[in-house]
């Protein structure tokens, strides 16, 4: 357990409610220095209620938010802290040397406005007007909002949403570089493979609860799930009867199997069908991760009830 | 929990005071940048321009050449005031409307803005606005209408142009924060263009039916008039109950609207 020196931002016991509905319902959430934390969630989740709790948009009805150790309302604590918001639309008619210009103007010690420009790789956006953009290019230049005033810890709301393959990854790269210069980061996102690539730590939250905190492979492993497949006569609903086995089914010549036993499992089989084929094993990935712990929600909120 | 708090406080390198100069700096950059994105945006400075400089060439210059100068002066007044009252109201309550929806003002309050830059931002655009305003009406009047004004009378109508977009700043900026989005220009122009109307902007008041009359006081656009006229030297007497009626006026607006937008955003 690191030292609470270390702790950039906090959430304890946090708790919002927007008249009847319960967005957050006691919510415990802690960053470290230099640490990339991924939120996760389906919509709803609480994820932005959270961050806005952290960013002093809105104040808990119960338990705290804290920055820097202060309250996040508190100008001096957000003094180091970056944004880049999903549905933020900024003045089309101002150029992004102008707006890189202006954010930067609110810090005490901001990046020069061309290396800001260099990380976040916009140094041939400069002079357009921001309304002139595409999409992606608008988010790139979002980004280079975010992280111009030099914070020590930024946050990220969806910023790969709308963005291609090619730009997301530009995007990744400069989010690692960010926090190997020591730098924190809180992101949101609905693309697992995103959380999966850059994310030391990961927080699934569904309906106002976090359900889980870990890492990548923590959270991983608590879906002990292996997925094989093969070319095989086999009948599907046979194998489903094998001991260990939590699903199997055919899908066109093949035979899809979930299983929390692959070992012993892919014995049988081989053992089975010697005319078996192409045969794929795979560690069940963050996805089914995903999906197993949100499936779970009803059951949460019938304990609630 | 206390003892927590205090260790995590005391153990945080102070590195984020802010030099004065900077904290100056940053009022000035919001003020720039709110100025050049609409001095750059023709469909909010366009209307803003044309209307009272039109109408005041058609009715105060054109058609009215055989009436004799003092109809110029005075429509100058009345232009010049409807001139004004634009910038604030639509500077400050379809900016404000849009950009509450639009969520800019929920990214500039997660920023480290300086508090209150945002709205002083605007008003400086809605002052330098209005300035432009008078500067052209007036460019007008003494150049092609011929109206008579000394150094003193010009200057001070110029200072009630920008000065008088306050009380339309603070009435705006209570409509921004009652309308969300696309809705406000509508709203906007529905009490812009009635007000003016019924504070004589358009036709004098005394050409006005006896009720309308006695309700002009309650319009500040009312008051701004009577005290531009006095200016000009067309009305004698209370000047200085026009303006404290005006200060009152933006005081009142002004505060419901910085309580609503702190409690709702």
């Known amino acids: 357990m690191p030292a609470t020196s270390d702790v950039v931002a906090r959430l304890s016991a946090a708790v919002k409610r927007y008249g009847p509905l319960t967005a957050l319902d006691g919510v415990d959430l802690v960053l470290h220095r230099g640490e990339l934390l991924a939120v996760l969630g389906p919509n709803g989740a609480g994820k932005s209620t959270s961050i806005s709790l952290l960013l002093g948009l809105i104040r808990p009805d119960g338990g705290r938010a804290e920055l820097f150790g202060r309250d996040p309302q508190q100008i001096d604590a957000r003094r180091r802290i970056g944004v880049m918001l999903q549905s933020a639309m900024l003045p089309i008619t101002l150029r992004v040397t102008e707006l890189l210009r202006l954010v930067a103007s609110y810090y005490p010690n901001p990046r020069p406005l061309q290396e800001s420009a260099a990380l976040a790789g916009i140094g041939d956006l400069l002079q357009r007007p921001y309304g002139k953009l595409s999409g992606g290019q608008q988010r790139r230049v979002q980004f280079a909002l975010a992280l111009c005033g030099r914070p020590e810890l930024v946050f990220l709301d969806e910023p790969t949403v709308g963005m291609d393959i090619d730009a997301r990854q530009k995007l990744w790269a400069a989010m690692r570089a960010l926090v190997a210069e020591g730098c924190s980061v809180v992101l949101t996102t609905h693309y697992l493979e995103e959380a999966e690539a850059l994310a030391q730590r990961v927080v699934v939250m569904g309906k106002g609860r976090v359900l889980s905190e870990g890492s990548v492979d923590a959270l991983r492993a608590q879906v002990p799930l292996t997925r094989i497949r093969c070319v095989t006569d086999l009948d599907a609903a046979t194998v489903a009867n094998w001991p260990q086995v939590a699903v199997a089914e055919r899908d066109g010549g093949r035979l899809r199997i979930s299983t929390s036993a692959a070992e012993s499992v892919l014995r049988r089989l081989l053992d089975a069908d010697a005319a078996l084929s192409e045969l794929e094993v795979q560690r069940a990935g963050l996805a089914e991760a995903f999906t197993e712990l949100t499936r779970d929600e009803p059951a949460i909120e019938q304990e609630a009830a | ?265």
């Not at chain 2, 994105?37 to 060439?57: C, D, G, H, K």
């Not at chain 2, 052209?136 to 109206?147: I, N, R, S, T």
């Not at chain 2, 009577?226 to 002004?254: K, Y």
């Open chain 2, 1 to 265: 929990m206390n003892a927590v708090s205090i260790s995590t406080a005391s153990n945080t390198p102070v590195v984020t005071s802010m030099p004065f100069r900077r904290v100056l700096g940053a009022y000035v950059a919001e003020a720039r940048s709110e100025c050049l994105r609409y001095m750059r945006n023709p469909s909010f400075m366009l209307p803003i321009l044309l209307f009272p400089t039109m109408f005041y060439l058609l009715f105060g210059i054109v058609l009215s050449k055989s009436e004799g100068p003092d109809v110029a002066r005075y429509l100058l007044v009345s232009y010049g005031v409807f001139g004004v009252m634009s910038p604030g109201l639509f500077g400050f309550g379809v900016s404000l409307a849009l950009e509450r929806d639009g969520g800019l003002l929920t990214y500039k309050r997660a920023l480290p803005m300086p508090p209150g830059a945002y709205l002083l931002g605007k008003m400086l655009m809605a002052m330098l606005a209005a300035a432009v305003v008078i500067l052209l009406l007036l460019a007008m009047g003494l150049g092609l209408a011929h109206v008579a004004l000394t150094v003193r009378q010009a200057s001070l109508l110029v200072l009630m142009g920008v000065l008088g977009v306050l009380p339309f700043c603070a009435l705006g900026m209570l409509v921004g924060t009652l309308i969300k989005g696309q809705g406000a220009p509508g709203a906007l122009n529905l009490l812009y263009l009635p007000m003016s109307f019924l504070s004589g902007l358009w036709v004098p008041l005394n050409q006005l039916p006896k009720a309308l009359q006695q309700l002009a006081p309650v319009w500040p656009s009312y008051h701004l008039h009577q005290l531009g006229l006095a200016v000009l030297g067309m009305q004698h007497g209370t000047a200085s109950a026009d303006l404290l009626v005006l200060l009152g006026f933006t005081a009142v607006f002004f505060v419901i609207a910085t309580r609503r937008l702190r409690r709702y955003g």
